[in-house]
């Protein structure tokens, strides 16, 4: 069973830039998260999805951050602009029910804001 | 406020010594509880988890973790490691309700002395 994947594993771009971030998730997996993982801290729940809905986004910067995830299956990210504390690793999960499942990671992507 | 904690930031043990990890969390009811492993580059991996029942729970990779209601804590154990089990170790829980979104510690990184 192929994981849960994520493109690019490693952005580094300037401060103000625009960055996207892809996922695609296990394959009928019905709910998918973002997380933030910054230096030294653990991950933190940017957004969740259940199928094409979103369920929980209370901690994503919607000044800045958006994220969608179209047919219910990819989603991605996207910062705009960027600024020097965006810099982190972006995890994507998926958990394969719409109650509460395990969730498998992907390997994240790397981003540096420079 | 609901948080969890992981005391130690750094352990080092030499390879074939036991280990023990702390967690302790702060809820109001008992929350789901979860052991995350992350190896360099890597996704997480879930070790164990904790529902309810027998307190004391077993997972992958010879791990095991003891819930404690009374210390509010989910340490976990391992009696003899492994080189390869140098990584970082997140404790995670979710609160029982409907939100079914995992919180996070700072995580504890493991050394392995040869």
């Known amino acids: 069973e192929a994981g849960v994947a994520q493109s690019p594993r490693y952005k580094i771009i300037e401060k103000r830039q625009s960055v996207a971030f892809w996922c695609n998730p296990i394959?009928?997996?019905?709910?998918l998260y973002w997380y933030q993982q910054i230096l030294g801290q653990g991950p933190k729940l940017l957004i969740q999805?259940?199928?094409?809905?979103?369920?929980?986004d209370s901690q994503l910067p919607k000044d800045r951050f958006s994220a969608e995830r179209l047919k219910g299956v990819d989603s991605t990210l996207k910062i705009q602009p960027a600024k020097l504390e965006d810099s982190a690793v972006y995890l994507c999960?998926?958990?394969?029910?719409?109650?509460?499942?395990?969730?498998?990671f992907g390997p994240g992507t790397r981003l540096t804001v420079l | 406020a609901q948080s969890v904690t992981q005391p130690d930031i750094h352990i080092t043990v030499s390879e074939g010594a036991s280990l023990e990890l702390r967690c302790n969390y702060s809820?109001?009811?008992?929350?789901?509880l979860f052991w995350y492993v992350q190896s360099p580059g890597q996704g997480l991996q879930l070790l164990l988890k904790?529902?309810?029942?027998?307190?004391l729970v077993q997972g992958i990779k010879g791990f095991e973790a003891e819930f404690k209601r009374s210390q509010s804590s989910f340490n976990l154990r391992k009696p003899s490691v492994h080189w390869s089990d140098a990584a970082e170790y997140f404790c995670?829980?979710?609160?029982?309700?409907?939100?079914?979104?995992?919180?996070f510690g700072s995580g504890t990184r493991l050394l392995v002395r040869p």
């Open positions: 394959s009928g997996h019905a709910t």
């Open positions: 999805f259940q199928n094409n809905g979103v369920v929980d």
């Open positions: 995670a829980v979710a609160p029982m309700d409907s939100s079914y979104k995992l919180i």
């Open positions: 809820y109001g009811a008992t929350p789901y």
């Open positions: 999960a998926s958990s394969l029910g719409t109650g509460f499942g395990e969730q498998f």
């Open positions: 904790y529902f309810s029942g027998d307190t």
